[in-house]
């Protein structure tokens, strides 16, 4: 992926690694960081390339055919900007937020169209479509469906299982906190199903930390 550069509207010049925008921080040094560290870390916006997050919607200037028949949509203010102008915003009235991209004319007052590409992640961003229209329109928003709630669910016991792990405890001790198991002896433990299953989750857990978290952002679909 080609490294951009972003302004951040909040900071100085910030230069993206290839999956995400950073910011550079005025007040420690001019470093470059994620997000600004000032911020507290619910709070803070993380920005993600559109190739690595295939639910980012890509809006851009509509054509003259339709422009007389688009109206303007309410968005909320950029975060950051590219290089070539490309404003990025999170749209929190969605849930889980959007990150939206916004190519061509910045205006407010401009009439937009969402751009989808024909290849297979095309299907990733039409949902993403349907999700921010429903919202515009205040209609039903639909799910977002890239985790189900098993996946979400073990995704967060690859966490509690790795975070044990980190800080010193044993896989047994993981055990007994994430699956709610009593002692067993040395001998049960090594024959318990539920040794394999925290040693899978802290192979997972450390493939995720890796890189592979980046999967986490799109849907898991079969190619032709």
């Known amino acids: 992926m080609t490294p951009t550069t972003v302004t951040s509207r909040r900071s100085c010049i910030a230069t993206s690694l ?4 950073l910011k550079t921080s005025d007040s420690v040094g001019g470093c470059d960081f994620p997000v600004d560290p000032l911020d507290p870390p619910p709070a803070a916006p993380v920005l993600w390339s559109p190739t690595d997050d295939t639910s ?31 404003d990025f ?7 889980p937020s959007l990150q ?16 989808i590409p024909l290849d297979i ?18 209609r039903a928003v639909p799910p977002d469906t890239r985790l189900t709630a098993q996946q979400r669910a073990r995704a967060r016991r690859m966490l509690q299982a790795f975070d044990g792990f980190r800080y010193g405890a044993t896989q047994q001790s993981i055990a007994q ?6 002692d067993v002896s040395r001998d049960e433990w090594q024959a318990s199903s539920r040794r394999h299953a925290i040693m899978s989750l802290l192979r997972e857990a450390r493939r995720m930390i890796e890189g592979g978290y980046r999967k986490l ?8």
């Open 121 to 138: 992640s095309g299907f990733d961003r039409l949902e993403s479509v349907e999700r921010l229209l429903a919202t515009l329109h205040h």
């Open 100 to 115: 939206l991209i916004q190519i061509g004319e910045s205006a407010t007052i401009t009439p937009l169209v969402a751009v």
């Open 217 to 224: 952002l799109r849907h898991r679909r079969r190619r032709g």
């Open 18 to 21: 290839p999956n995400k925008i």
């Open 89 to 95: 915003r999170l749209y929190d009235a969605a849930v």
């Open 56 to 86: 980012t919607v890509i809006l851009d200037t509509a054509p003259d055919l339709l422009s007389t028949t688009t109206t303007a949509p309410i968005l909320p203010p950029p975060l950051a900007s590219d290089s070539i102008g490309a």
């Open 177 to 182: 906190v994430i699956f709610d198991i009593g």
